[in-house]
């Protein structure tokens, strides 16, 4: 099984930045079928909407709400991924969940705890 490890979420002003990074860790068994990595977020009171998406070459996808002030990225050999959050809004404050698997699904098989995201106006 693989474990999610995520960091980097805080409080910021609006117009504010922050870089969120996530480990993944276990059996070497498990890391090899990760494919798929990205950042889904939830804010109170509203459905879970995917943030972000990166597959192992490094393909991204990201939902056409998020495009412009976000960017994922990638380090294969650290088996870590990364979300660069420019331009924050109040509207993105949510709780960020790091995933994995072998395809973007809206049930990735592995998830982070989740890192708590708050943009004050």
């Known amino acids: 099984q693989v474990q999610l490890v995520e960091s980097g979420g805080g409080l910021v002003q609006a117009g504010g930045a922050l870089r969120l990074s996530c480990a993944a860790s276990?059996?070497?068994?498990?890391?090899?079928?990760?494919?798929?990595m990205g950042w889904y977020r939830q804010a109170p009171g509203k459905q879970r909407e995917l943030v972000a998406a990166?597959?192992?070459?490094?393909?991204?996808n990201y939902p056409d709400s998020m495009k412009g002030r976000f960017t994922i990225s990638r380090n294969n050999a650290k088996n870590t991924v990364y979300l660069q959050m420019n331009s924050l809004q109040p509207e993105d404050t949510a709780v960020y969940y790091c995933?994995?698997?072998?395809?973007?699904?809206?049930?990735?098989?592995?998830w982070g705890q989740g890192t708590q995201v708050t943009v004050s106006s």
């Open positions: 276990g059996s070497i068994s498990s890391i090899n079928v990760i494919n798929v």
């Open positions: 995933f994995a698997d072998r395809v973007l699904t809206s049930l990735p098989t592995s």
């Open positions: 990166i597959d192992s070459g490094g393909t991204t």
